[in-house]
């Protein structure tokens, strides 16, 4: 049978029932007992399975049948659900999404299974069995997920050397920690070490035999890093090689879930599942449209968009020209095509937004490992999930989302006897929270941890050149919490292997500016951080309201607005020296945008001595915006302004008007502080 027709669907569907198998996994951890979860995590194998032999992906119907009999075991109270069982499923279903991330890739899906086969075979025949390797790598390869190739491929495109480097020691070496130590002291002078193996908490407890690798970016040679690595005495062997970050992708799949493929889908519902829930018309990899789905593939979407963009122009210039002649068909015509574009409008962008969801499901297994792993207790909530982003955006948020959080787990939140000390409770709050806001979408990473230390922030800053003594002591708290986002900051007092080693929150930074972003930290020290992510919604075309600015034209997002007023001049009130005015009995500042944008002021005087007010909010914040004139609502084509002017104070694009005019969008985000 002809496969690759099917390939598309396949990666989709199996996909979804991986996510299931995750979510449902995660949910029988808390609740052992419940036997429906059970269920919903066996269909959801069971078809996976079907899809794998079908498609002869022999490795992945095999280990998902071993998966499928340990389920049918505990659903039928064989086997108890227990700590060690769940480590086990999970990597069985780490190794599945390897797998179908290698199919995706191009891969032909093939892995070496047999050592989780076995521990399958071992719980389903009731035998009890430990992770004898539970302190060892699981695979002599180091491994890499998204997030650290990113940084390499960086590296490498800076022109820095990146190696692979395999650290021997004596045999008869008594303090290995130590010697680990000096080496890595010597290799963090010469650049930065991005991953080890074993990971650094093995190697300080000396759980290793004698060899140990690492992967370093450098500006340093060959020669001069075995040179130096030799002088840190009973080191026996060391062996350095360039490593080939695309050599490495073509090996093996990243760990973390790739990114969804370039298709609209929905949130399952496992709980409702019935057997029959094979037919593949019922994945929720589809666009739902009564009873029926079509897939649709991204880049068609993408051509759509820019048809209809043009015509959204076409239309604008239609609408005036109707207004100017004095035919009444022709006004009824244009009348009649705005409404059905409208109509056509909302269809075609609500093809192209998905729930933010599709990210944050990859998150919770990966707070638990990584809490396990570090010995933490952490309560990780997510809110928001349904919030709706264009597609393109969330392809691309993954990845800093993934080290910010490892960032709070790793370093924000104290370890659980730390947290007793400062009499907080021993278990971390970590929050993941999305929410519209005007024409942006909101990202929170919050955490109670230890928050930012700025005095320690200052001196490293001081101590990397990074600053001068001069700027330091002008900085606001707001400035010295961004220094952690420079180049290749990094305050932690030892080496981690989780979040990175001064080489991420950067590559957050630039990656999030990228899509037209921004990040803000706000942070109190022993009480907790919270990263805030301003995304935009890269919907091409929005609702405004026109206004007038002396002579110019410009637009305000109506998402963004609450409504529009004229005020009296003697309505106008000082307070700390700034203007403000009582709407509906709340006190909010009074801006006047020609001031922000430096508009030309005109010679004539206000003599009606009246002036016209937008109101908008951000959150629970509320702003008086002072313009000349309202001109009245329109949707337009959402433009960007270039690279050139990407840092332009309170805009956020522009677009062309009917008459060919351009008004410059007002980013009302950036007004309310």
Request: hydrophobic residues 35%; proline residues 3%; negative net charge.
């Amino acid at each position: 049978m002809e496969t690759n027709q099917y390939l598309e669907v396949f990666i989709d569907e199996s996909q979804e029932n991986l996510q299931v198998m995750n979510d449902r996994l995660l949910a029988l951890e808390n609740n052992p007992n419940d036997l429906t979860i059970v269920n919903d995590i066996f269909r959801a194998a069971h078809t996976l399975k079907g899809m794998s032999a079908t498609m002869g992906f022999e490795d992945l119907a095999d280990l998902t049948h071993k998966l499928e009999n340990v389920f049918d075991a505990i659903r039928n109270e064989h086997v108890p659900v227990t700590s060690d069982v769940n480590d086990v499923l999970f990597d069985s279903i780490e190794a599945l999404e390897e797998i179908v991330a290698d199919v995706s890739n191009g891969g032909e899906g093939k892995k070496d299974v047999s050592a989780i086969v076995e521990k399958l075979k071992a719980i389903e025949s009731g035998e009890t069995f430990a992770e004898t390797d539970n302190h060892t790598p699981k695979n002599t390869n180091l491994k890499l997920d998204q997030f650290e190739q990113t940084v390499i491929e960086q590296a490498q495109t800076q022109g820095q050397n990146v190696y692979h480097i395999t650290v021997t020691l004596s045999e008869d070496c008594l303090l290995k920690a130590a010697r680990v130590y000096m080496v890595f002291e010597v290799l963090e002078k010469a650049g930065e070490v991005i991953k080890s193996l074993p990971p650094v908490e093995q190697l300080e407890e000396e759980d290793f035999e004698e060899s140990f690798q690492l992967l370093l970016v450098t500006e340093d040679s060959h020669d001069d890093l075995t040179s130096k690595i030799f002088k840190v005495s009973e080191v026996q062997d060391v062996h350095i090689e360039q490593f080939n970050i695309q050599a490495h992708q073509q090996e093996s799949a990243a760990k973390e879930e790739v990114t969804a493929s370039t298709e609209v889908k929905e949130k399952p519902q496992p709980s409702k599942e019935t057997e029959a829930s094979n037919d593949s018309s019922d994945q929720p990899s589809k666009k739902q449209v009564g009873n029926k789905t079509i897939r649709v593939n991204i880049d068609r979407l993408d051509a759509l968009m820019n048809l209809f963009e043009e015509l959204i122009i076409d239309r604008g210039r239609l609408e005036q020209l109707a207004q100017t002649l004095e035919h009444q068909d022709f006004r009824e015509t244009v009348e009649r095509m705005s409404r059905t574009s409208s109509d056509l409008q909302n269809v075609i962008l609500n093809m192209r937004m998905v729930p933010i969801e599709q990210v944050f499901n990859r998150f919770p297994r990966m707070v638990r490992s990584l809490a396990r792993d570090l010995g933490k207790d952490i309560d990780f909530q997510i809110e928001g999930a349904e919030t709706e982003l264009d597609r393109t955006v969330i392809d691309e948020i993954g990845d800093p989302l993934v080290h910010l959080i490892r960032n709070a787990v790793d370093h924000g939140i104290e370890m659980p006897e730390e947290r007793k000390q400062l009499q907080k409770p021993q278990t971390g709050q970590l929050l993941l929270k999305a929410y519209h806001s005007g024409n942006h979408v909101f990202v929170e990473i919050k955490d109670d941890g230890g928050g930012i230390n700025q005095e320690k922030v200052l001196q490293k800053a001081l101590e990397r050149q990074v600053i001068t003594q001069e700027q330091a002591q002008n900085l606001t708290n707001k400035q010295t919490n961004e220094l952690i986002m420079s180049s290749g900051f990094s305050t932690a007092d030892q080496i981690s292997d989780i979040s990175g080693r001064g080489v991420g929150l950067d590559v957050v930074k630039n990656t999030i500016e990228s899509l037209g972003g921004t990040i803000e930290i706000q942070s109190e020290y022993q009480k907790g951080t919270t990263f805030l992510i301003k995304l935009p919604l890269t919907l091409s075309i929005i609702s405004v309201m026109l206004v007038v600015l002396q002579d110019e034209t410009y637009a305000i997002p109506l998402s963004s607005i609450i409504e529009t007023t004229v005020i009296k001049d003697q309505d106008i009130y000082k307070a700390h020296g700034e203007k403000v005015i009582d709407f509906r009995g709340n006190i909010i500042p009074l801006i006047d945008l020609k001031d922000v944008l430096d508009v030309p002021q005109s010679d004539q005087t206000n003599e009606d001595q009246y002036s016209s007010v937008v109101i908008v909010r951000k959150g629970d914040q509320m702003a008086g915006l002072v313009v000349d004139s309202f001109i009245g609502q329109q949707e337009i084509v959402l433009k960007n302004l270039g690279n050139y002017l990407k840092q332009v104070f309170a805009l956020s694009g522009a677009t062309i008007l009917g008459d060919g005019d351009v008004a410059l969008i007002i980013d009302t985000n950036a007004l309310i502080k």
